[in-house]
C-alpha cells in the first residue's frame, strides 16, 4: 500500500481514539470540583459560574480556534489529540514535533511526518511525567538558591525564548513567510487599540492566508517552468 493511501486509515483510527479520549478528559476535570461541592456544600452561584467562564473566553477565546489551526502543521492528527490532551504544546510538545520532523526530513502533510510528530510528542510526555515528578520534590529547592537574576530570567524569558526557537527554525525553512509572520502582529501593534486576541486571530491567519498565496504562485510557477 501506498504511503499516501495509509493517511485516511490513521486519521480515521486517531479521530476513533482521540475524540472519546479527550471528551473523557474534559468530562473527568470536572470531578475534584464536584466533589468538593458536594462533600462541603458550597455550590457556587450559576450567575457567578457564568461570569467567570465569560472573562474567560474573552481572554483567552482566541486560542479555541487559533491553537489547532497553528499547531497543527508541526503536530499532525494524532500529535494534535495527545498534546491537548498533556498539556505544554506550545513550549514542550511543538518544538519536540517540529525537531524530530526536522531531524527525520519528513514533510509535513505525509504519513512519516504523523509517525514522527507523534513519537516524539510521547516521548516529551514520557519525559515530562519523570521530570515534572522530580521537580515536585526538588524543584522548588532548587529555585530558591539559584540567584534573583537567574530565577527572574527564567520566568520573564524562558518561554519566548523556546518560542524564538521555534520560529527561527520553521523561518529558515521559509524566510519570507516568517518575515510576514512577524511584520502582522508588529503593525497591530503599531496601529494601537487592537485586543490581544484580536491580534492572535490576525496574526495566525494572516499568516496562512499568504502561505496559501505563495502556494499557489509557486505551483503556478513550476507549471509554467
Known amino acids: 500500500m501506498d504511503s499516501k493511501e495509509y493517511m485516511p486509515i ?12 479527550n471528551i473523557l478528559a474534559a468530562i473527568t476535570a470536572f470531578i475534584p470540583v464536584l466533589y468538593l461541592c458536594i462533600r462541603y456544600n458550597c ?11 465569560g472573562m474567560l473566553l474573552i481572554s483567552f477565546g482566541a486560542f479555541y480556534v487559533v491553537e489547532p489551526v497553528s499547531y497543527y502543521a508541526a503536530l499532525g492528527m494524532s500529535g ?16 519536540c514535533a517540529a525537531l524530530a520532523q526536522d531531524v527525520t526530513k519528513s514533510e509535513p502533510g505525509t504519513i512519516q511526518a504523523e509517525v514522527v510528530s507523534t513519537m516524539a ?6 519525559t515530562n511525567l519523570i521530570a515534572t515528578t522530580a521537580a515536585a520534590f526538588v524543584g522548588a529547592a532548587v529555585v530558591t538558591v539559584l540567584p534573583a537574576v537567574v530565577s527572574e530570567g ?35 501593534k503599531a496601529v494601537g487599540g487592537l485586543p490581544a486576541w484580536l491580534i492572535i486571530l490576525l496574526s495566525v491567519f494572516g499568516t496562512v492566508i499568504f502561505a496559501r498565496i505563495f ?3 509557486d505551483k503556478k510557477t513550476a507549471q509554467t517552468a
Open 10 to 21: 490513521w486519521r480515521k483510527k486517531s479521530i476513533l481514539i482521540g475524540s472519546p479520549t
Open 43 to 53: 455550590w457556587p452561584d450559576p450567575k457567578l459560574v457564568i461570569a467567570a467562564w
Open 80 to 95: 494534535t489529540y495527545l498534546s491537548f490532551l498533556s498539556g505544554n504544546i506550545g513550549n514542550m510538545r511543538v518544538p
Open 121 to 126: 510528542i510521547c516521548g516529551s510526555i514520557i
Open 154 to 188: 527564567l520566568k520573564s524569558y524562558a518561554s519566548a525564548a523556546i518560542f524564538g526557537a521555534t520560529l527561527g527554525n520553521f523561518g529558515m525553512k521559509n524566510p519570507k513567510l516568517a518575515l510576514i509572520g512577524l511584520a502582522i502582529p508588529i503593525c497591530c
Open 215 to 217: 502556494y499557489v504562485m
